[in-house]
């Protein structure tokens, strides 16, 4: 794609593929503007936005661009943490990540963006090989998709590290942030026993999840492992737990979809983000599945489609 001459908002969020992306399209005679966007964190826990900031900024002065920030706190706390408790509340299993690309790192950045006159927007996801991060992108609307801008989308982990050396950027060294995007440092699982108490473990724990079987009294006499939720009741305070977490229904529903292709050119989908790829069809609002099946399809979390490699589209598992 030509961006020179093009006014491109790009998201830094203080980490090296950001901060590469812009570099790319500085280089490449984009009129670039590095946004940072301040997200909504937990009262009285520690976060790390601030320093996530100075590091977004200290990529802007280096690469010589203008250095703007986007509170979107409002957006955060509404879709994406209100979003993600009332899920887990439920006894569902949500996916925060996507909210926060289609609500927030999209959605108001996007708007952000476009209201300020730029042309496009950009981010440092990646959308193929072995970082592919196109899972989270499947509830992004169709029309900001295509005015987005993946600069280091289809490189390799190692070749953009190798770029933020040659670019010189303040961050090359850093180390990738893990975890859900409003926490920072604090686990999901600390944020979760303050938010919801820790005397229910059916709304702590999700379907498919790793579990460490101390303290669970249906398997205090078998320590061998490992051990997976398999099933769970919310309102007796159990959970089920098994060797395996294969098995799941041959017919996955699911609702909410967002398209970016036709739903009937779908083969594969995959229901956890770096979960295996599962063969099937699209019929009307469920996917059929015709090969192996080695985890349970969890209600709550996303079913995203592909065929070849290629994002068609995604949904939210209802069954």
């Known amino acids: 794609m030509d961006v020179k001459g093009k006014k491109i908002f790009v998201g830094l969020s203080g980490g090296v593929d950001s901060a590469v992306s812009a570099a790319i399209l500085k280089r490449d005679g984009a009129i670039v503007t590095g946004v940072f966007i301040k997200g909504w964190y937990p009262p009285g826990m520690p976060c790390t936005w601030a320093v996530e900031r100075r590091d977004a900024m200290r990529v802007a002065a280096r690469l010589h661009i203008p250095f ?142 790793r579990v460490n079987p101390d303290g669970l009294p249906c398997v205090a006499s078998a320590k061998q492992g490992p051990w997976y939720v398999v099933g769970k009741d919310v309102e007796k305070k159990e959970i089920q737990v098994s060797k395996t977490r294969a098995g799941g229904a041959r017919d996955i529903q699911f609702t909410d979809a967002n398209w970016f292709m036709e739903p009937s050119e779908a083969t594969e989908a995959q229901c956890r983000y770096r979960g295996q790829r599962i063969l099937g069809r699209i019929e009307g609002n469920r996917f059929l599945v015709t090969g192996a099946l080695s985890e349970i399809p969890a209600p709550g979390q996303s079913i995203v489609f592909y065929k070849n490699d290629k994002l068609l589209g995604g949904g939210i598992i209802t069954a």
């Open 68 to 209: 703007l920030t986007l509170d979107a706190g409002a957006e955060y706390k509404k879709y994406v943490v209100d979003y993600m408790l009332a899920e887990y509340r439920a006894g569902r299993t949500p996916n925060p990540d996507i909210m926060c690309n289609r609500e927030v790192k999209f959605g108001a950045f996007y708007r952000f963006a476009i209201s300020a006159g730029a042309d496009s927007i950009a981010t440092g996801h990646y959308r193929s090989g072995k970082k592919d991060q196109s899972y989270f992108l499947w509830a992004v609307p169709k029309d900001i998709l295509s005015k987005t801008i993946f600069p280091v989308g289809a490189m390799k982990k190692d070749d953009v590290r190798a770029l933020a050396k040659k670019f010189n950027m303040p961050v090359a060294e850093k180390k990738d942030s893990q975890g859900v995007c409003f926490l920072g440092s604090v686990s999901i699982n600390e944020f979760l026993i303050r938010e919801l108490g820790s005397d229910n473990p059916a709304l702590l724990y999700t379907l498919g999840q």
